[in-house]
Antibody, heavy 112, light 107 residues
Framework: EVQLLESGGGLVQPGGSLRLSCAAS????????MNWVRQAPGKGLEWVSGISGSGSSTYHADSVKGRFTISRDNSKNTVYLQMNSLRAEDSAVYYC?????WGQGTLVTVSS | DIQLTQSPSFLSASVGDRVTITCRAS??????LLWNQQKPGKAPKVLIY???TLESGVPSRFSGSGSGTEFTLTISSLQSEDFATYYC?????????FGQGTKVEIK
């Protein structure tokens, strides 16, 4: 059974940083691209970042480019999202996602 | 970026009704489309992948069709547990994009 377990969310001040983690199990982790998708309160789903199975290719939405960095450690079956220069509009539930699989989400709140 | 336009945005229906939701892509995406269901406070759940393949464990009243730019999600007989928001999602290319969602509520 595919399991994706996010952690690292919380309250951070504007301009601050946070690192999200997603621990994966139940599938061959290095064979799958992994992604982060977020959902602001009462809003729809927005893709944030993606990374290839090997980690050699990364992709970011224009809204986070230059501030967020996705990475992975295939030896630990974990994908990360380093979030810097956080803004109020980054407040959302952040989901770890793969093809046909979603984590339960972790809440990030950016507020002073 | 590939835009996905879902219709309708809101749908009021009764238990037992047949419900159809449409998703239109701004350019061809072959069959690289998912349908997700999301209930309040919960993570999305994949119902259908590859436009028409039912995810394991999903009731057979759900079905998907289409390819290229036009896609449809159909619920043949709406049940009480189906009241939720539905999102189409394209995986043809980055950035992944989503439809704006269709909220299905009880009439």
């Amino acid at each position: 059974e595919v399991q994706l377990l996010e952690s690292g969310g919380g309250l951070v001040q504007p301009g601050g940083s946070l690192r999200l983690s997603c621990a994966a199990s139940g599938f061959t982790f290095s064979s799958y691209a992994m992604n982060w998708v977020r959902q602001a309160p009462g809003k729809g789903l927005e893709w944030v970042s993606g990374i290839s199975g090997s980690g050699s290719s990364t992709y970011h939405a224009d809204s986070v480019k230059g501030r967020f960095t996705i990475s992975r450690d295939n030896s630990k079956n974990t994908v990360y999202l380093q979030m810097n220069s956080l803004r109020a509009e980054d407040s959302a539930v952040y989901y770890c996602a793969k093809f046909r699989g979603w984590g339960q989400g972790t809440l990030v709140t950016v507020s002073s | 970026d590939i835009q996905l336009t879902q219709s309708p945005s809101f749908l009021s229906a009764s238990v037992g009704d047949r419900v159809t939701i449409t998703c239109r892509a701004s350019q061809g995406i072959s069959s690289l489309l998912l349908w997700n269901q999301q209930k309040p406070g919960k993570a999305p759940k994949v119902l259908i992948y590859a436009a028409s393949t039912l995810e394991s464990g999903v009731p057979s009243r759900f079905s998907g069709s289409g390819s290229g730019t036009e896609f449809t999600l159909t619920i043949s007989s709406l049940q009480s547990e189906d009241f939720a928001t539905y999102y189409c999602q394209q995986l043809n290319s980055y950035p992944w994009t989503f439809g704006q969602g269709t909220k299905v509520e009880i009439k």
